[in-house]
């Protein structure tokens, strides 16, 4: 009789956890739903402020702040170039050609020559580890582009970790520029980003959006703004590049973690 009240008991006792169980993970669903239905009405009111918008990813990525210096080690870029001058300053490799750069010749059309040097300047910033950056290149001056130093999958957008080219009006490589992110540290654990789509409409509450815009897609990127006893401290925002009605083009940054703007 004993066990049968026992057994009663605890077959009540798992049912009431089964039920207070349920009951948490909806409440603890309720404001993510909320929050995805506000950000959706947020959305369309900016369609409907006729801002242009690329596709979005509403996924969560996982990032850590991280902490790294500025090498000086820079010289292995150059070892398979030829006819330039080069010297490192401020952690800044230099790099210039004698002459209009070899890079592409053999081709006579222009865009068939504008194609080659994009190749080349491609494979010198590939050897050298790092990957073209289409949000860069298209906020900069004319015939320049830029190549980002990757950091945990994570395109670094930061001038401590980039190679910069200038290109002539022919589309030869003249010059370029090297800067290198080392001894890095991750200084916490991995944590969750807010989504891109929660970056754009940070971007629209801070004003930073206005009819007749156009935003590109957002890629998620690592930045710095703080030194601490001489290291740089980077964590991931979402960057985005809005072009005006006039034409003009800027860069916004939305701190991935919190949400705050960065936009210069």
Sequence with gaps: MQFRRLKI????????????LFFWWRSNQRPSIKVTDANANIISEIKNQKIKVANFST????????AGKRSNSLMSTIDKLSNFNANINNQTLYVTFNKTSQLGRGNTSSGKKAATDDVEAS??????????????????????????QYIDNLPVIAKQGLMIFNKDKDHKVTDFTQ???????????????ITEEAAIVALYKFNELNSGDKLSKGVLSYD???????YDIYLPV??????????NTGLLKINAFTGDNLSE
Excluded: C, Q
């Design 123 to 148: 494979k010198i910033a590939r050897n050298a580890g790092y990957r073209y950056n289409p949000i860069l290149s298209k906020v900069n001056v004319k015939n320049r582009v830029t190549y980002s």
């Design 238 to 247: 979402w960057v985005f590049v809005v072009t005006h009605a006039n034409g």
């Design 224 to 230: 710095t703004s703080v030194k601490v006893n001489g």
């Design 59 to 66: 996924s969560v990525t996982y990032a850590s702040y991280l």
């Design 179 to 193: 800067t290198k992110i080392t001894k890095i540290t991750v200084l916490r654990d991995e944590r969750a980003t």
């Design 9 to 20: 008991l605890m077959m009540m006792l798992f049912i009431f956890l089964d039920v207070f």
